[in-house]
Structure formats: C-alpha cells, structure tokens
C-alpha cells in the first residue's frame, strides 16, 4: 500500500509561485499514473494535472495552462508540481493520488485515484 504526503504550500500574494510536493511511501509508485486535485471551500474536488509513470505522458485542466507544471523523480518516489502567476481562485486544498488501475492511466476523474494524501493548502491573497 502505497502512502503520500503533500507539501510546498502556503500563503502568497497573486503573482507568487510555489512547488509541491507528492512523496510516496510503503510502496513506490514508479508504475502508476499520479494526478493533482484540488478543492475550495464548498466546492467539489477538481482536476489539476496528472503524469504517467514514466513521465512522458502530462495532462492539464484549462484553468492551470502555461502555469502549472507537474514532473517526477522516480528514484526519489516524489511528483512535483511547480506553480506559478497564482491567482487568487487558485486558493485551494491540493492534494495527490495514484491511479486505481492501469486501465485509468489517462484519466482525470478524481474517483478514478486513490491512496489520497492529506493535501496542502494553497492560499492566494490578492
């Protein structure tokens, strides 16, 4: 059973940048798909990127376009995702996950992963 913690978060201004972390252990996730979520207050949980496991393969919600970059270091069991020109409705929960099955590897519905993390909140004051 793989396990995931997410960190890199904070409180920044609009325009800031951060990198998050999604670090895995138990089990190594070299294999596996690993998407990035999100969730504001009162809001349903949303897709924000996702990797196939040899990182070729990269996948981005229109929201986050030209801003967000996720990569991994599969010797280090860790997937990254660099954030930059934050605004505001970024302001989020974000958490990590891998996906169920192979057969998911492409997709980006959230009941699609599992082994969530706790997340990391991202805040950006405008």
């Known amino acids: 059973q793989v396990q995931l913690v997410e960190s890199g978060g904070g409180t920044v201004q609009t325009g800031a940048s951060l990198r998050l972390s999604c670090a895995a252990s138990?089990?190594?996730?070299?294999?596996?798909?690993v998407g990035w979520f999100r969730q504001a207050p009162g809001r349903e949980r949303d897709f924000v990127a996702r990797i196939s496991s040899d990182g070729d393969d990269t996948q981005y919600a229109d929201a986050v376009k030209g801003r967000f970059t996720i990569s991994r270091d599969n010797a280090k069991n860790t997937v990254f995702l660099e954030i930059n020109s934050l605004k505001p409705e970024d302001t989020a929960v974000y958490s990590c996950?891998?996906?169920?099955?192979?057969?998911?590897?492409?997709?980006?519905?959230?009941?699609?992963?599992?082994?969530w993390g706790q997340g990391t909140q991202v805040t950006v004051s405008s």
């Open positions: 138990g089990r190594t996730f070299y294999d596996r798909t």
């Open positions: 996950a891998v996906v169920r099955y192979g057969s998911y590897r492409s997709s980006t519905h959230p009941d699609h992963y599992t082994n």
